[in-house]
C-alpha cells in the first residue's frame, strides 16, 4: 500500500512537473535582420523568445547581453523564466564588424520586432521593458534617451513600459571611443553617450550598479550622474540602486529587482 501511494504521488508531482514546462515554449533564432541583410547580420541579428501559452497580455522583456559591445552571445536569464512574462533574449552584431551606431539601430530593430509581433503570441506590445547588463543596459539607455532610435522604427515610446540596465556606460561607450581612437580612460560626452540625451519624457527607469568601491573604473558614478541630471531635467521616474558588496558581475542580485520593478510597473 505504501508503495502505491508513493507511486501516485510521484505520477501526481510529474503531472505537474509537465503542466508547468508545457505552460510556455522557447523560439530560437528568430531572424529581425529584415530583408537584404548581410551575412553577418543575418547571423547575429537574431532572437529567442521564452513566452507562456494560454495567457494573454502579458509583459515581455527584451534582455540584451553584455560583453563590450564586441563580444557575447543572446541569452534568456533563468530567474526570469516561469514568471508569468515573455522574455527575449537579443543577440545583436558586434565591433568592429559593426559600428556601435549600427549596433544600436540593431537594437531598436529588435524592439520593433516584439512590438510588430508580440500580439501574435498573446503579448501586449505596449508592455515592453528594456534590460541588459553593461554594453546590453548601455544599449537600453540609448534606446530610452535619444528618441531618434525607435522613432526610426515605428515604435511609440509608450510602448517602453520601463527600463532596467544593469550596470550600464552612460558616458559614450569606451567600444564608441575606441573608434574615435579616443583613450579608454579619457571620458566623452557626445551623441553615443545616454548622457548627452537626458530629457524628462523618457519612460521610467532604474538603475542598478554594483558597489561603487568594487564595479568598473566610475562605473557607478557616471549612473550616479545620470540619475541626477534626469531629475534635475524634470524625469519624474527614475531611481539609482547601488548592490553593496558586488562588483560589475552583478546580474543575479540585479534580476530580483527587475521583477519586482516589473511587478510596480503593472499595477
Known sequence: MKNFLLSVLFSCLLLVAQAQQAAYQLKENISYAGKGADAYSQERCVLDLYFPTGKKDFVTVLWFHGG??????KEIPAFLKDKGIA???VGYRLSPKAKVEEVIQDAA???QWAYQHLETYGGNKNKLVLSGHSA????NLMLALNPRYLKEVAVPEQAILGVVPFS????????????QKVDINQPVIDALA???WVR????????ITGDRELEMVGRYEENAYLARMLKIVGHQQVKLIELDGYDHNMVYPGLPLLWKEIQNWSK
Open 68 to 73: 563590450g559591445l564586441t563580444g557575447g552571445n
Open 87 to 89: 522574455v527575449i533574449g
Open 109 to 111: 530593430k529588435a524592439v
Open 136 to 139: 546590453g543596459g548601455y544599449l
Open 168 to 179: 550600464p556606460q552612460c558616458i559614450t561607450h569606451f567600444t564608441a571611443r575606441a573608434e
Open 194 to 196: 545616454p548622457l548627452f
Open 200 to 207: 524628462k519624457e523618457a519612460s521610467p527607469i532604474t538603475l
